[in-house]
T-cell receptor, first 112, second 111 residues
Framework: TQLLEQSPQFLSIQEGENLTVYCNSS?????LQWYRQEPGEGPVLLVT?????EVKKLKRLTFQFGDARKDSSLHITAAQPGDTGLYLC????????????FGKGTKLSVIP | DAGITQSPRHKVTETGTPVTLRCHQT?????MYWYRQDPGHGLRLIHY???????DKGEVSDGYSVSRSKTEDFLLTLESATSSQTSVYFC??????????FGSGTRLTVV
């Protein structure tokens, strides 16, 4: 079973601060996805990273896939209250498998 | 909108009763998934389907069964609900290699 460890589990910051969320595993993933989930709703896909070392930017969000494809990070610059939510990372297995293994999530609160 | 709907959104049922949750898609995607989400555990895969009448187990399949008689519908059944099955259940569809879309969830409480 592939496991994904997310940290921190909870994060409460002031508006305008920067933050980084980490997703780590001892397993290699063929791809890694980041989702954001709001209360009462399902997760919404933010980004998929596929290549080791890949960096993707989505406005103030920067996603990086580790060189060995075992870890990933999400960095938010100048956080805003609208960034509040549960952030989930999910890894897809080996070749030919697109089943996702999810981390337990990071609950982010951005205080105005 | 996203082309995936779950019903019901909320349900309270008694221990020992059968319960069926429905996932309906309008995207004609081949792959459909059922997950449960619990505090401290994240999202865990229950069952998935890769076509009509083609299903397979996920990591937490005990106590659950599924059926897919049409491309658009994927049903999750709890044959005899237990309190440990109190959870939020999410259906997901996959279009393409990476394109997962989740439904809004069903909050199930077993009393």
């Amino acid at each position: 079973t592939q496991l994904l460890e997310q940290s921190p589990q909870f994060l409460s910051i002031q508006e305008g601060e920067n933050l980084t969320v980490y997703c780590n595993s001892s397993s290699v993933f063929s791809s890694l996805q980041w989702y954001r989930q709001e209360p009462g709703e399902g997760p919404v896909l933010l980004v998929t990273v596929v290549t080791g070392g890949e960096v993707k930017k989505l406005k103030r969000l920067t996603f990086q896939f580790g060189d060995a494809r075992k870890d990933s990070s999400l960095h938010i610059t100048a956080a805003q209250p609208g960034d509040t939510g549960l952030y989930l990372c999910a890894g897809a297995g080996g070749a030919g498998s697109y089943q996702l293994t999810f981390g337990k999530g990071t609950k982010l609160s951005v205080i105005p | 909108d996203a082309g995936i709907t779950q019903s019901p959104r909320h349900k309270v049922t008694e221990t020992g009763t059968p319960v069926t949750l429905r996932c309906h898609q309008t995207e004609n995607h081949r792959y459909m998934y059922w997950y449960r989400q619990d505090p401290g555990h994240g999202l865990r895969l229950i069952h998935y389907s890769y076509g009509v009448k083609d299903t397979d187990k996920g990591e937490v399949s005990d106590g659950y069964s599924v059926s897919r008689s049409k491309t658009e519908d994927f049903l999750l059944t709890l044959e005899s609900a237990t309190s440990s099955q109190t959870s939020v259940y999410f259906c997901a569809i996959r279009g393409g290699v990476y394109g997962y879309t989740f439904g809004s969830g069903t909050r199930l409480t077993v009393v």
